[in-house]
């Protein structure tokens, strides 16, 4: 007896439950500088002879007071998602501190989701299921995403002939009235960051504030998308009724919205956990 013991199992050809990584992927030049996505797909085998599937796809942006997001911040939570079979892009936008005041951040959200349209064989998406996830100021931008599907207001010339509409949107603890916040910011002192935003005075850019604003832009009779809206009741940077307020406006107008409160919970951090994930994915795959 030798006491040599090796354990055999199966390979994998169709590379299921695994996840590749195709960074830098340049998908506008509008900032007259390249804005990058980084993919998270599906690891196939180019060279198997399997028919193609194609995967949904989430588009997801990170929070970054409509600066500059942080394309890698959520890698590690979003490649659980391309594990599972979709195509996930994690996008930029420019930066109203470079002199792009709103709706430069919604025009590029949408550019990146015409490219991913335009480019839909290359990744292996099915342009049908398309999911757009925000967080903080990125989950205003899906808000607006979802409520604003192919309004040629915020149509730029890039990849114009392809739809920028979603199929399902994801908010966690987004800004949905940013009139009444810029109120609460004069009143405190802190209108800087808005006014950055919007490009000068609170007071002279008030359209521009309602128009940023979800709550404030949903039509009676008009039908969106399903909408996920999660949100900490501790946050402490944005309100927890901004969500609760926007879940019940939804409602009230026939819409199909689904909201979840994370008890003591901050802007993020320990606003993320395993169950909240799951529950994320399981919207997606109801919804999508």
């Given at each position: 007896m030798t006491g040599y013991s090796i354990k055999t199992i199966k390979n994998n050809p169709t590379l299921e439950g695994m996840a590749a990584l195709v960074p830098d992927v340049v998908f506008s030049n509008a900032a007259?500088?390249?804005?990058?996505?980084?993919i998270i797909r599906p690891w196939k085998d180019e060279n198997s002879?399997?028919?193609k599937q194609k995967s949904p796809l989430i588009v997801f942006l990170q929070g970054s007071a409509w600066t500059f997001p942080n394309v890698y911040y959520q890698i590690?939570?979003?490649?659980?998602?391309?594990?599972?079979?979709?195509?996930?892009?994690?996008?930029?936008?420019?930066n109203?501190?470079?002199?792009y005041p709103a709706p430069a951040f919604l025009q590029d959200a949408k550019t990146a989701i015409r490219y991913l349209r335009k480019n839909a064989e290359?990744?292996?998406?099915?342009?049908?299921?398309?999911?757009?996830?925000?967080?903080?100021?990125?989950?205003?931008?899906?808000?607006?995403?979802?409520?604003t599907g192919d309004d040629p207001k915020y149509k730029t010339d890039e990849y114009a002939e392809y739809s920028d509409s979603v199929s399902v949107a994801i908010d966690c603890f987004g800004p949905t009235d940013l009139v009444r916040l810029s109120k609460l910011a004069e009143a405190t002192g802190n209108s800087s960051l808005l006014e950055g935003l919007v490009g000068g005075k609170l007071s002279e850019h008030m359209e521009l504030l309602e128009e940023i604003s979800p709550l404030r832009i949903i039509r009676k009779n008009k039908k969106y998308p399903p909408i996920l809206i999660l949100h900490g009741d501790a946050d402490e940077l944005v309100p927890y009724d901004e969500s609760l307020n926007m879940y019940k406006a939804l409602i009230d107008n026939g819409n199909e919205a689904e909201m979840i409160r994370v008890e003591n919970a901050p802007h993020e951090h320990s606003f993320w956990s395993r169950e909240l994930l799951a529950e994320i994915a399981d919207f997606i795959k109801r919804k999508l």
């Amino acid at each position: 007896m030798t006491g040599y013991s090796i354990k055999t199992i199966k390979n994998n050809p169709t590379l299921e439950g695994m996840a590749a990584l195709v960074p830098d992927v340049v998908f506008s030049n509008a900032a007259g500088a390249e804005l990058k996505m980084q993919i998270i797909r599906p690891w196939k085998d180019e060279n198997s002879a399997l028919p193609k599937q194609k995967s949904p796809l989430i588009v997801f942006l990170q929070g970054s007071a409509w600066t500059f997001p942080n394309v890698y911040y959520q890698i590690p939570q979003l490649s659980e998602f391309a594990r599972m079979g979709y195509v996930v892009a994690t996008i930029t936008h420019r930066n109203f501190n470079d002199g792009y005041p709103a709706p430069a951040f919604l025009q590029d959200a949408k550019t990146a989701i015409r490219y991913l349209r335009k480019n839909a064989e290359e990744y292996g998406i099915d342009t049908e299921r398309v999911c757009f996830w925000g967080t903080s100021s990125g989950g205003n931008t899906s808000l607006l995403v979802a409520l604003t599907g192919d309004d040629p207001k915020y149509k730029t010339d890039e990849y114009a002939e392809y739809s920028d509409s979603v199929s399902v949107a994801i908010d966690c603890f987004g800004p949905t009235d940013l009139v009444r916040l810029s109120k609460l910011a004069e009143a405190t002192g802190n209108s800087s960051l808005l006014e950055g935003l919007v490009g000068g005075k609170l007071s002279e850019h008030m359209e521009l504030l309602e128009e940023i604003s979800p709550l404030r832009i949903i039509r009676k009779n008009k039908k969106y998308p399903p909408i996920l809206i999660l949100h900490g009741d501790a946050d402490e940077l944005v309100p927890y009724d901004e969500s609760l307020n926007m879940y019940k406006a939804l409602i009230d107008n026939g819409n199909e919205a689904e909201m979840i409160r994370v008890e003591n919970a901050p802007h993020e951090h320990s606003f993320w956990s395993r169950e909240l994930l799951a529950e994320i994915a399981d919207f997606i795959k109801r919804k999508l």
